[in-house]
């Protein structure tokens, strides 16, 4: 009998566990709108005459509105196919938003912080003494607040491992403050080592906070995991916390990756805390991603942009200043080290920082463009923009993964090998597993590194950040990756993408709702 009611504990404890009420509540949400659907047809004509206006009006709202064009497409799609449920469809899906809650505090955050991160007019001088072909770039991200730093130490890591170590004996050294915000925290070695620091560090006084995306870890940590930590004295803060609702509001996530120890050194890149990035774990094949370490200046832009998510979930005023610590004085014969601008991208604003970015990367290379993207899911606009490059002349390579990580995701990918390779733009794919790295380089001279993926998601719904770089001491390096990379990977050729009838009209079904994936 006890061994019974044991079991039945553990089968209930599973039952009950928050992943299988989400699935459920979402379950039922969809046969409740097929429901609606079909007895609208069948049983109730005014109902359906209702739900059609609906979608003629959807319709019309979805035309009109500024957004970009591939979103629209989509669902006027599922809109044609179901003219009574895809309009109650669109209803529910975008009857909430972020920007009701969270904007506002956003605004009120950046109003507090900009004082602390006003432009050095030395700094945008030198620049401009320079003359670098990306002077556009830098006045567009000073305009929207993210000033240009001289550069300090500016260190790539090629790899995951190398981060982690790195990232661990800096906060090792921390004496006054730990900040760290990603979009995966996962249980896992990785996850031990670090959690194992902070909690020494919050016990010896140290300041630790911490902000993860809830989607991000959703099957990676426990339940109410961020209470947990707060109670060891790592302040939480759960990101836009999932729940089982149809919504726009869960596409919004928070992408970040940074860590910022005691406002002197700042890292980002596209290394989350899971023991994939750091090959701990092999899930498809080896994991190849990549990071930044800043000093300086340009860490105030990271602490910055931290603070500005924290304010916005946290309503207890913290004191500012104490996280600026005054950046010494660039001395007159100081060499050159070049420069660095650290940016943020979010889905409220209307402004794709991100995808700004690459694209004029892109419009003012001369030489070459060498990219590396886990995904390649865009827009008409940045193709167009990736064939023109390579039409005009300039190398343009992209560097994908050679195993994937979502095979739906991957086979959309693929659909847009034929035209840029058709326009001259090199695709490779890295044969030993899943590349996870988000690198642009252009001309020896440009380069940025960050969380920003080349799809929809990354560049218009996520939250974002990147280092965009020049002359620096970190642009060797990259290029020595990429040299690596090349080695390593397998260039597709045209005759290499086979077609059929049934080939095009799945991909053409792929990138018609490519937006949703």
Known sequence: ????????????????????????SLLVQFFVFAFMYLTGI?????????????????VMFIITRRKQDAYKLPWLMLIALMPAFGGLLFLIVHAQSLSGRIVRRLAEADALLA????????????????????????????????????????????????????????????????????????????????HAILREKAAAGVEVKLIYDD???????????????????????????????????????????????????????????????????ERCGHWNDVAMMVTGGAVRAFTAIFLEMWLANCRNPIPLARYFPPTPPRLPDAPARGFIQPYAD???????IGAWV???????????????????????????????????????????????????????????FAPLIEAGVKIYTYTPGFLHAKVFLCDDRVA?????????????????????????????DIRRYFCGLFAASRQVKAEDLRTSPPRWLTDALLQLFAPFL
């Open 115 to 194: 004082p602390y991160l006003q432009q050095d007019e030395g700094a945008a001088a030198r620049y401009a003494a320079a003359k670098p072909a990306a002077g556009q770039r830098a006045r567009y991200l000073s305009l929207r607040g993210f000033p240009i730093f001289d550069a300090d130490d500016t260190v790539f890591f090629p790899s995951g491992e190398a981060a982690f170590a790195a990232m661990c004996a800096e906060l090792r050294r921390a004496e006054h403050f730990i900040f760290l915000e990603y979009f995966i925290v996962a249980e896992g070695e990785m996850w031990d080592e670090i």
């Open 358 to 416: 690459y694209d004029h990367i892109l419009r003012t290379a001369s030489d070459y463009v060498w990219i590396t993207t886990p995904y390649l899911i865009i827009d008409d606009a940045l193709c167009t923009t990736l064939q023109l490059a390579a039409k005009s002349g300039v190398d343009v390579r992209i560097v994908l993964p050679g195993v994937p990580d979502k095979k739906l995701v991957y086979a959309t990918t693929r659909t847009y």
């Open 42 to 58: 069948a049983a109730v004509r005014w109902l359906y005459f209702a739900l059609t206006v609906l979608s003629v009006l959807a």
């Open 215 to 281: 989607m991000g870890s959703f099957f990676r940590l426990p339940y109410r995991y961020d209470r947990d930590l707060t109670a060891e004295g790592i302040e939480t803060i759960l990101f836009n916390p999932f729940r089982p609702v149809i919504s726009t509001i869960q596409n919004n996530r928070d992408h970040r990756k940074i860590m910022v120890v005691d406002g002197r050194v700042a890292f980002t890149g596209g290394i989350n805390i899971g023991d994939e990035y750091i090959n701990r774990v």
């Open 448 to 476: 940025t590194v960050g969380t920003i993926n080349m799809d929809y998601r990354s560049l218009y719904l996520h939250f974002e950040c990147g280092a965009w770089m020049t002359d620096t001491e970190a642009i060797p």
């Open 346 to 352: 979010m889905p409220l604003d209307g402004e794709a």
């Open 1 to 24: 009998m006890a061994k019974t009611q044991i079991r039945w504990k553990r089968w209930m404890h599973v039952l009950f566990r928050r992943r299988v009420l989400v699935a459920l």
